[in-house]
């Protein structure tokens, strides 16, 4: 018998197995509305043009080598990617009390401050937004984490933000518990707070004593402005919070499998940073040992630049708005066939994806019927929408909810006799 016989088969991830399904689809008019990566209006990646440009220049530089970056990372890279969150003349950064850390992508960072949470702080309850990313669970269940909870966030009836639910539910987790924070443009329901709103979140952390752990995945890609996208995390830092933020360069710099990351650290103590950096580094050192170089010496190269940061800037633009584009589009195709239900929660979104509210049996409909692949939840990218498949993918919607109409019709009449 094998030793690993007792090796339990676990389910496919679906976002991979989904994106999987559609390659593998011959069918001409298939649309990916799943993988969460930029598309252009053709449905094909890009590659932004000042990422082009720092990469051929790199190429010809014969002064930067293969050498192994220190276990923290970049320096020029930690300390851009810690001002664009934070803002260049942030006191909190010129006075080193906000430093960063190197990390693989968003998910290395967010596993970094698990472990560190976890393993330093001796923290054991951590919340989510319900719903929320499905790897954040995964990351700090791994982690060491004995407690995973959730907080109420989507108002399922107004496909909008359950602002009470989820203040009652930060009063009510245990002092000391990590509370993960979605920076801008909410996955998967693309549904952010408004300032105000922030405000009060604020509020409750600080009065129950919790821990705020930023992720933020879209700064800049959200709304097509960084500060813009950057407003709550600023507003906390400002506020005198110690927090955490796992910041991703994959979407708003397009550099998806370059695994580029960084994870800030704000303390109110010049005495706490060399205990933090000392404890990570040895972290780091038992995961991965050191970072790659390629994507973060780009995204330093670029921050480091006012000309590159302007150029980067519009590309921004480009694909927020094609993206805010795409919304409106969508929406009022929907309302135009006469789809049953309100869609301006399509409009009212931002950032990537869209909740859109389908049901579990109708998102299996479009993948069967229709070849439109989607999450089970519902969540959509609307990078996949694109000015040749709109009208394809608002009629392949609008039939399936017509279809549950009628069938649940029919089952209430069958009910009744």
Not at 56 to 61: C, S
Not at 180 to 187: E, K, M, Q
Not at 291 to 308: C, M, Q
Request: aromatic residues 10%; hydrophobic residues 40%.
């Amino acid at each position: 018998m094998s030793r690993f016989s007792k090796v339990g088969t676990l389910p496919p991830i679906e976002v991979f197995a989904l994106n999987k399904a559609y390659l593998d689809d011959p069918n001409p008019q298939k649309v990916n509305l799943g993988v969460g990566a930029y598309r252009t209006e053709y449905g094909k990646p890009w590659v932004l043009p000042v990422v082009r440009k720092i990469e051929q220049m790199m190429a010809n530089d014969e002064g930067l080598n293969h050498e192994y970056l220190p276990i923290m990372g970049l320096d020029s890279f930690c300390l851009a990617a810690t001002k664009l969150v934070l803002h260049y003349d942030n006191p909190l950064v010129l006075s080193g009390l906000a430093f960063g850390v190197q990390c693989l992508s968003g998910t290395g960072a967010l596993r970094i401050a698990a472990e560190f949470l976890c393993r330093q702080l001796g923290y054991t309850y951590v919340y989510s937004s319900e719903p929320t990313w499905e790897n954040h669970h995964l990351i700090f269940k791994m982690s060491g984490f004995p407690n995973t909870r959730t907080y109420r966030y989507w108002d399922k009836v107004n496909r909008c933000l359950d602002l009470e639910g989820m203040l009652e539910d930060l009063n009510n987790a245990p002092q000391n518990s990590v509370i993960i924070l979605h920076g801008c443009a909410h996955n998967p329901t693309g549904v952010d707070p408004t300032q105000e709103q922030w405000k009060k979140i604020a509020e409750v952390v600080k009065k129950k004593s919790l821990f705020p752990l930023f992720d933020i995945a879209y700064q800049g890609f959200a709304s097509g402005d960084p500060d813009k996208d950057a407003w709550a995390v600023r507003y906390f830092a400002a506020a005198g919070f110690e927090l955490l933020v796992a910041q991703s360069f994959a979407k708003n710099f397009g550099l998806y499998n370059e695994r580029v990351g960084n994870l800030v650290f704000v303390v109110n103590s010049q005495e706490s940073i060399a205990p933090i950096r000392s404890q990570v580094t040895v972290i780091i050192r038992a995961m991965y040992s050191n970072p790659p170089n390629h994507g973060a010496r780009i995204v330093a190269n670029i921050l480091n630049n006012a000309d590159l940061t302007v150029e980067w800037k519009e590309c921004l633009k480009t694909m927020a708005n094609r993206v805010i584009d795409m919304r409106t589009l969508l929406r009022n195709k929907l309302e135009s066939l006469g789809t049953p239900g309100k869609w301006e929660h399509i409009t009212n979104q931002i950032g990537m994806f869209s909740y859109t509210g389908l049901t579990p049996s109708q998102v299996e409909k479009l993948i069967v019927n229709y070849h439109i692949y989607l999450l089970k939840s519902g969540r959509i990218n609307m990078c996949g929408i694109n000015t040749r498949n709109v009208d394809y993918v608002a009629k392949a919607i609008c039939e399936v909810v017509l279809d549950d109409l009628d069938t649940n019709e029919v089952d209430g009449q069958n009910a009744k006799l």
